[in-house]
């Protein structure tokens, strides 16, 4: 349920108001302050609100019931995009492009350290790695581990680039401690388990969408993490299942611009994993971009015929520093549009 107050509402009002709501409903209020308004968001069992006795208050605008299941993800309760901060120099949401960069897997300390070089000279921001690897076969490369976290970390430090790597499970949720952005793979989505753990820290959650997931179980599996208390969830679109097979996914370019409508949480796109195939990854970060996403996350490999995962759909440092340059080139006519 979403109550919007009269302007001239003063804050001794609104917390009187706020604590009736709370004590009278068994409700949590989440309070969004705007230029014009404040907004109220009511989170809980709402049907025994009484909707007539709220509208008839002195203080309130408007109040109406919230049909979708999301309420913390969604673009109602929090009608400004979110603005995610990362580090002091990096924020993703709220009008900025960032791109994530780097392997598919940290193979070596010279190759993940000479990657992050490379995506840095280009304009990447973050720097993207694999060190726990989930992998369709257990008879492939899983990672490795402690120790990629561990170069990771060395890669950051020779080139002041935040990392995001994948985890796979709470437990090692402390390993993670020192990440700047922990990501949620598409096959761990709906780890509701996992998300309720990731929602009690207070760190960036990049969270991917399922192979089939729907917009809608997406948000829940954000709202999972949000209604633990951890609001820094950015979305990932990284191409769903379909008939066709030519890609290996289909990128869903429409999801950009609907979970602009419907949430106020950033959404970065994966050209990579919704190809499979790397010379078509230029075109669809393109699209992305053209359609307002806040971010790309794309693997780069020094080496790709050789890489340990994910060779075909991986850039060349070369190959990544003319699309990063045409990716920029865009978003600044897009943003000098009149
Ligand atoms: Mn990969």
Redesign the pocket.
Known sequence: MIIVLKPATTEEQLNKFTNMLKDSYGVKVNKWDGVQSTVLGLIGDTTRVDIEYIDAQSIVESVKRVQEPYKKANRKFHPDDSKIKVTDSVTIGGGSLHIMAGP?SVESEQQIVQIAKDVKQSGATLLRG?AFKPRTSPYAFQGLKAEGLDLLKTARKETGLPIVTEIMRASHIDMFENVDIIQVGARNMQNFELLKELGKIDKPILLKRGLSATIEEWLMSAEYIMAGGNDKVILCERGIRTYETFTRNTLDVSAIPIIKKLSHLPVVVDP??AAGKSWLVEPLAMAAVAAGADGLII?VHNDPPHAL??GA?SLTPKQFDAVAKKVFALKSALDTEV
């Open positions: 598919c694999g990579s994993h693997e995962s994910d759909q």
